[in-house]
């Protein structure tokens, strides 16, 4: 394979001063055993609170291999990626994590079916017992409704722990929306060539998660919204069934009155609740529409990804 000598890694890192060293010196190992290899190692750094771009910077000082993709706020782990890819140059560019979890030992086989032919290593996780059963079940139920509302199938336990060749990061590239979810962005691309590789995921080297449930349910609801509008015809759905049965409950009605001798009229209690029932689908109807139509606002701004400082301050 020609070009297949040049990489790029790629780590979000938001607070994570505690492992950057670490990562550092494990990814250094790992990469160094593969021969004839050019690499250059990008933390972008989301905005954190803590030391994580100090820690950066030392390395970057004695390293002319380490770049830096500083972030003025947090912008989000898939924003986070986007700009390490923007400032890619390697022929692949591999995501990590900078919590350890993924393993800098995997990247040699990566490597390997890369420089074999692959166009897209990916990544499986198999067990992870330093899971919670909380975590566990929450990562099953976000996938279960995921891929239930996309039209893409984006495969679970499959972390941003992934290798891309230079000609689908183009692709990915070029795909400009503000609300972005890499792993839909991947399956929505189809690349048919491409390997799994399992792994065991050790837990955080350092640290705790930065994945809020409120993260993770922007993320979920970013990947519904950005890959299927679906939900914008469950409204239309709702309609159609519910003209049917309110037909049916009229020619009941209509019918009962007719047979029934003294005929009274009740159901205030039924009338009231129908009508609360229909005015709160209504108003979540509304509510679907105006996520789409807020995403539609917020895309027409054409406003940049992020704000960031680049070291080295090369220009091109
Ligand atoms: N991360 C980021 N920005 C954020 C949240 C997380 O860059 O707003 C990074 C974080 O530093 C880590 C990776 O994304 O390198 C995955 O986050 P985390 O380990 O907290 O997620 P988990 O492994 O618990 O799903
Ligand atoms: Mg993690």
Request: overall charge neutral; charged content about 25%; cysteine-free.
């Amino acid at each position: 394979m020609s070009n297949r000598n040049f990489i790029s890694i790629v780590i979000s890192a938001y607070n994570e001063e505690a492992n950057i060293a670490e990562l550092y010196k494990q990814l250094k190992q790992s990469l160094d055993t593969i021969d004839s290899l050019k690499y250059e190692i990008i933390f972008v750094n989301d905005g954190s609170k803590d030391n994580t771009k100090a820690e950066v910077l030392k390395l970057y000082e004695k390293d002319k291999d380490v770049k830096l993709v500083d972030f003025v706020r947090n912008f989000g782990h898939e924003i986070a990626m986007t700009a390490g890819m923007d400032y890619a140059v390697g022929d692949a560019v591999l995501f990590m994590d900078a919590d350890l979890q993924h393993p800098p030992q995997l990247i040699p086989e990566m490597v390997k079916h890369w420089r074999d032919g692959v166009d897209i290593v990916l990544t499986k996780r198999v067990d992870n017992q330093q899971e919670s059963y909380f975590q566990k079940l929450r990562g099953k139920i976000f996938y279960k409704i995921l891929n239930k509302l996309s039209d893409f199938e984006i495969p679970a336990q499959t972390p941003d722990f992934r290798l891309i060749d230079r000609k689908y990061v183009e692709v990915v590239k070029s795909m400009k929306e503000n609300n972005r979810m890499f792993r839909g962005l991947i399956s929505w691309i189809g690349v048919s060539n491409q390997v799994v590789i399992d792994f065991e995921a050790p837990s955080r080297f350092a640290g705790e998660s930065k994945y809020s449930v409120k993260k993770l349910m922007k993320l979920a609801v970013d990947s519904i919204l950005s890959f299927s509008i679906k939900p914008l015809r469950f409204a239309m759905y709702f309609g159609i069934i519910s003209i049917i049965i309110s037909g049916l409950v009229g020619v009941y009605m209509i019918i009962d009155y007719l047979i029934t001798p003294n005929y009274q009229t009740t159901g205030f209690a039924t009338t009231a609740l129908l009508v609360i029932f229909l005015g709160s689908v209504q108003l979540i109807s509304l509510g679907v529409i105006g996520e789409y139509v807020g995403r539609i606002h917020i895309e027409t701004k054409n406003r940049p990804l992020y704000i960031a400082q680049y070291f080295p301050n090369q220009v091109d």
